[in-house]
T-cell receptor, first 110, second 113 residues
Framework: GNSVTQMEGPVTLSEEAFLTINCTYTATGYPSLFWYVQYPGEGLQLLLKATKADDKGSNKGFEATYRKETTSFHLEKGSVQVSDSAVYFCALASNYQLIWGAGTKLIIKP | NAGVTQTPKFQVLKTGQSMTLQCAQDMNHNSMYWYRQDPGMGLRLIYYSASEGTTDKGEVPNGYNVSRLNKREFSLRLESAAPSQTSVYFC????????????FGPGTRLTVT
């Protein structure tokens, strides 16, 4: 079946560091892929998406490229801020439902 | 515009007790969802409602019931709570035709002792 695997956290970085959070998937075909973010004490919110292979989704300085060769959708940001501290979830679209990764907690230290 | 609201925010139940989690959205969305979030497991879909008057099981429906009261409201009921239902519960909604772009409520943290 379809599944999403994310790197385990927590990931701890200093402010202005480069961020990569790995996400790989197993799926039939080329499903749409998503990153959601959950800030402390809040519900999840959509961060970015990519609907086909080689698409790049971007929002708030974050980027992720849909790579079918490596079945990956890694999340990147060039310079993180303390306010980026949150839990990040990778997800794929499957039969009108989202299949979720386990989430990666990101901690940014000033 | 409050988005998706959930009540209560926190709840402690004893094994065997029942309760209903309430969810409402004011975005005129047709589809609504209930998830549970457990450490290290991401989100798992309990039930969803593609439109008013319809409900369908998700990945983990056992022990739960739902009611789509109207277009705005979608409630989740635990008839006889068990410790395994200790979790954070999220309600979400989406526009018809965009089921993967979901808007989430702030969650209900439920503890069953």
């Amino acid at each position: 079946g379809n599944s999403v695997t994310q790197m385990e956290g927590p990931v701890t970085l200093s402010e202005e560091a480069f961020l990569t959070i790995n996400c790989t998937y197993t799926a039939t075909g080329y499903p749409s892929l998503f990153w959601y973010v959950q800030y402390p004490g809040e519900g999840l919110q959509l961060l970015l998406k990519a609907t086909k292979a080689d698409d790049k989704g971007s929002n708030k300085g974050f980027e992720a490229t849909y790579r079918k060769e490596t079945t990956s959708f890694h999340l990147e940001k060039g310079s993180v801020q303390v306010s980026d501290s949150a839990v990040y979830f990778c997800a794929l679209a499957s039969n009108y439902q989202l299949i979720w990764g386990a989430g990666t907690k990101l901690i940014i230290k000033p | 515009n409050a988005g998706v609201t959930q009540t209560p925010k926190f709840q402690v139940l004893k094994t065997g007790q029942s309760m209903t989690l309430q969810c409402a959205q004011d975005m005129n969305h047709n589809s609504m969802y209930w998830y549970r979030q457990d450490p290290g497991m991401g989100l798992r879909l309990i039930y969803y409602s593609a439109s008013e008057g319809t409900t369908d099981k998700g990945e983990v429906p056992n022990g739960y019931n739902v009611s789509r009261l109207n277009k705005r409201e979608f409630s989740l009921r635990l008839e006889s709570a068990a410790p395994s239902q200790t979790s954070v519960y999220f309600c979400a909604s989406s526009v018809t035709g965009q089921p993967y772009e979901q808007y989430f409520g702030p969650g209900t943290r439920l503890t069953v002792t």
